[in-house]
């Protein structure tokens, strides 16, 4: 009769197999603490607060425009973007604020310069296909929209 020896613990699947579970964890964990530092969180204020308080101090600039009826349509054709009001403004010029939907540090901001009786236009900066929150304004009036470039775009009042 003849008597078997037993295996080592390193040769049988089931200590490994307990072993790789919590491994798996602490592998996962590391990368995610990668993940987490790798770049900051640009949606995260420190003035949380009072960036809240100043969405409604903004709402004068939306209802002057909608006291005006004015629109605009916001286009982009041969390396320019071009903004057509319904209505001839007073302004000489006007910002233009593109807002990415991914980082704002690919936030982008043109100065138009009006070309003809409500029409404002200037040379168009590359920019990725995405859907940007628009917003045109003066010190008197803010009108908004979402755009996607090369397609155009009415932009209005308290968008």
């Known amino acids: 009769m003849s008597t078997l020896s037993p295996r080592p613990w390193y040769r049988e699947p089931w200590p490994w197999f307990l072993m790789a579970l919590p491994l798996s964890v602490v592998v996962a964990s590391f990368v995610t603490i990668y993940l987490a530092t790798r770049a900051p969180d640009s949606l995260v204020t420190d003035h949380y607060y009072k960036k809240g308080l100043a969405v409604g101090g903004d709402i004068h600039r939306e209802q002057h425009a909608q006291a005006m009826h004015l629109n605009g349509v916001l286009s982009q054709a041969a390396g320019r973007i071009e903004l057509k009001f319904n209505q001839p403004v007073a302004e000489e010029h006007l910002r ?14 043109i100065d138009l310069h009006r ?28 009108l908004a929209g979402v755009w996607v470039p090369h397609s155009p775009v009415t ?3 308290g968008v």
Do not use: C, I
């Not at 070309?115 to 009036?141: I, K």
């Open 96 to 109: 233009l604020m593109l807002r990415h939907p991914l980082s704002n540090l690919k936030d982008v901001q």
């Open 115 to 142: 070309t003809a009786a409500g029409v404002y236009s200037a040379f168009a900066p590359p920019l990725d296909a995405v859907r940007y929150r628009v917003h045109a304004e003066t010190a008197n009036w803010r």
């Open 155 to 157: 932009l209005e009042p």
